[in-house]
């Protein structure tokens, strides 16, 4: 009697978990002619950054995939979370990096608390100057190769920009957020939001650097929904 009850706990208690996960899967996509990248001239003219690269580096304004879709676009719930709820930070560190001479990637995602790793991959000196407005900014140093300096923000702000002084071209951003339910479109502009996310209505918003702001109404049931959404350029 005791071995069934304990298996019916577990049952339930796997059963009450599932009810809660969720996910909402879709694409963001890119309407108009995008204009073309551009190269990024100052690294070939930089002895250590040019040696660096056998091709040219170009431009990431628009990073465009199959079928029009639109990659570096955070994706989140805006509305319809339980109000007063709190959300802890996970435990994994966002890796930004500096590469060549490049932010890598691009566009990064973290939760207020967690964990920012930034790298320089690079064998000579990168500064991180952040140009937060609503967090504290910082700027520091990473002169040896494969230091990781971890940064924690401890307020929701979209699009907190790093910046390097010593080499001004390069420029990454960093969006932060006080739950855990967003993501980064993929190559191809796929994104995949999920987590402890009940059945319900919400509201869903991409903001990409360029092109701006996109909202979209979304339903969970049986913790799925889909969602694309479409971008113009500007």
């Not at 319809?80 to 990064?108: F, N, R």
């Not at 520091?140 to 699009?159: I, M, S, Y």
């Amino acid at each position: 009697m005791k071995n069934t009850l304990k298996v019916v706990s577990m049952v339930a208690a796997v059963a009450a978990s599932s009810a809660l996960a969720g996910e909402i899967t879709g694409k963001i996509k890119i309407n108009g002619e995008v204009p073309p990248a551009r190269e990024i001239t100052p690294i070939k003219g930089d002895k250590l950054c040019g040696a660096l690269h056998t091709k040219p580096v170009m431009t990431r304004t628009y990073v465009v995939g199959a079928d029009h879709g639109l990659a570096n676009v955070a994706v989140y719930i805006k509305a319809g979370l339980p109000a007063g709820k709190t959300y802890t930070a996970p435990a994994s560190k966002p890796l930004i990096d500096q590469v060549g001479c490049v932010y890598e990637p691009v566009v990064s995602a973290a939760m207020v608390g967690q964990t920012v790793d930034i790298k320089n991959s690079d064998t000579f000196m990168h500064n991180v100057n952040c140009q937060a407005k609503v967090n504290k900014g910082f700027n520091f140093a990473q002169a040896t190769q494969g230091q990781v300096n971890p940064r924690v923000f401890d307020k929701a702000e979209l699009a907190v920009k790093l910046i390097c002084n010593v080499h001004p071209w390069m420029s990454g951003y960093v969006h932060v957020f006080d739950h855990p339910f967003f993501a980064v479109s993929d190559k191809d502009g796929h994104f995949v939001i999920s987590g402890d996310l009940p059945d319900g209505k919400y509201t869903v918003e991409a903001n990409h650097l360029k092109s701006g702001l996109v909202t979209g109404e979304v339903e969970v049931k049986g913790g799925k929904a889909t969602l694309n959404l479409e971008l113009a350029v500007k």
